[in-house]
């Protein structure tokens, strides 16, 4: 794996060693730091910005090789616009820092600029944005059958006007960032090596940064009543595991919130086979539940003043002598029963049980499930948000908010009769799937009848989890989505 940069912060100075990195509005003023470089190389950056028609927008940048007058190997100026900095802004620009920095040994990063404010958390953010962009996937990639050389880490300086405030706002963002990175992890391995009981293994490692991890095997999962998620790893060699993560940090008697993943590590549709084309893609259909795991990383690692919970149902939906069947009717472990028309409809009947023992467990003040649930979502919103569904207006107000300061955005989706009434069955209480139209939907109003009066968002990570747009904080084909924007809604709404 490509290392990550090993970052640091001290008080702003002139760098003199490796690359710099420097930050100007549109205005073109310089000052601090970047004025006085600017004369130390016979203003070497005021002529690079008219060569280059440089303008100072927000993200562009220009570069100097080896300027004359300093010992530095390079100069980085980055454009910030003239419009008041965002929290998503800060992640961009570390973002595009790091991706400025080639094969550079060191860089410093001078945060300054005549008119913008970076303040300790500003600075902070940065470091997470570059640290979010250096994460890179190689780990199975060799050198013609050998070990693949592993890059030094680059030394990153942070250079700020309080780097003891910032440092402390890192201690909490790097757990964020790494419970993100963990879940691109999860997301980017074969399903050769995460199978469920590999996953399990990851969740229980949650042991190591503070969180009661609990494993329901196939045994107790048959004595519990989960039928629904056992109906769909019957066709697998691989047995079924359910993997509950508890943070209790907040008071003993405030009701937790609860976040559900589906974990499907490998979805070749079981009877009703998907087509061969892009099928390997299906290793990802459990990044709802990567998502969840990287989140109770990121709560308890931080230590979050919350009574948290997340459950992740891990199966592998494949076809078989032993496989579920379309007509099938199995009873789901909320007593309700299930006619099955497409066993490529499974992610749904996973989270239905979850959904049920969550309600009646944990007794919840609210329950939210994701996962790369439908198509259907991306026809409806592309790449760009993840479709919500609720039956509670604060709490999609809530991460709708968390979505637009993080950049992980929502959209909300309706839900209703008609659609609900597209789900019954003739011969059971209900389908798996209402067909071809609106078909997100349906399967959100399929969940919905699991949920009783419990507030709760279902989120569609189908178009977000995998195989979703490169960004400046996001250049592999998993994108950690959903661990930052959940955090968030923790953080601002839920912590004592």
């Not at 107790?220 to 009543?225: A, D, P, S, W």
């Not at 969940?447 to 569609?460: A, N, P, Y």
């Amino acid at each position: 794996m490509a290392k990550l940069p090993e970052i640091s912060f001290h008080s702003l100075a002139t760098p003199s060693e490796g690359t710099a990195v420097l930050f100007v509005e549109k205005s073109l003023e310089l000052s601090g730091v970047a004025a006085s470089l600017d004369e130390a190389t016979s203003g070497a950056l005021t002529r690079a910005f008219k060569a280059a028609e440089f303008k100072g927008e927000m993200a562009k940048k220009v570069s100097i090789l080896a300027p004359s007058g300093v010992e530095l190997d390079q100069i980085v100026v980055i454009g910030i616009g003239d419009e008041p900095l965002t929290e998503k802004d800060f992640l961009r620009l570390g973002g595009v820092v790091m991706g400025s920095l080639g094969s550079a040994k060191t860089a410093s990063v001078v945060l300054e600029a005549k008119d913008a404010e970076f303040a300790a958390a500003s600075s902070s953010l940065v470091a997470m944005g570059a640290k979010l962009r250096a994460y890179d996937f190689d780990l199975y990639k060799t050198d013609k059958g050998k070990p693949k050389e592993v890059k030094d880490a680059v030394a990153l300086s942070i250079l700020c006007a309080a780097p003891d405030d910032a440092a402390a706002a890192w201690d909490i963002d790097t757990v964020i960032s790494d419970g993100t990175l963990l879940a691109r992890d999860l997301v980017n391995e074969p399903a050769n090596i995460l199978g469920p009981q590999e996953f399990a293994d990851k969740a229980k490692a949650l042991e190591a940064v503070g969180a009661e991890v609990e494993i329901l095997g196939q045994a107790e999962l048959e004595k519990i009543g989960m039928r629904a998620l056992l109906g769909v790893a019957q066709g697998s060699v691989r047995e079924p595991k359910v993997a509950i993560m508890k943070w209790m940090g907040g008071t003993k008697d405030e009701a937790p919130v609860v976040f559900v993943g589906k974990g499907v590590v490998f979805d070749t549709g079981g009877i009703s086979i998907k087509p061969a084309g892009g099928m390997e893609d299906m290793k990802g259909d459990m990044g709802g539940a990567a998502c969840v795991t990287g989140l109770m990383h990121a709560l308890s690692a931080r230590k979050a003043k919350v009574n948290a919970i997340g459950i992740i149902g891990l199966v592998e939906n494949m076809p078989d002598g032993n496989a579920q069947r379309p007509g099938d009717i199995v009873t789901s472990m909320s007593g309700q029963t299930i006619e099955i028309i497409n066993t490529d409809a499974e992610g749904r009947l996973v989270l239905a049980d979850l959904l049920h023992y969550s309600k009646e467990e944990f007794k919840p003040r609210f329950m939210i499930d994701l996962a790369t649930l439908t198509g259907a979502v991306l026809v409806a919103l592309g790449n760009q948000n993840a479709g919500i569904f609720s039956n509670s207006d604060d709490l999609c107000d809530q991460l709708s908010e968390a979505g637009e300061t993080t950049g992980e955005t929502v959209w909300r989706l309706p839900l209703g009769k008609a659609y609900d009434k597209m789900i019954d069955s003739k011969f059971a209480d209900m389908k798996n799937t209402g067909g071809r139209w609106a078909g997100s939907i349906t399967a959100a109003q399929f969940l919905k009848r699991f949920v009783g009066d419990v507030d709760w968002v279902h989120i569609d990570v189908a178009g977000t989890a995998m195989d979703s747009p490169k960004t400046d904080i996001s250049q592999g084909w998993a994108s950690g989505y959903g661990v930052r924007l959940l955090d968030r809604l923790v953080k601002d709404h839920y912590e004592g």
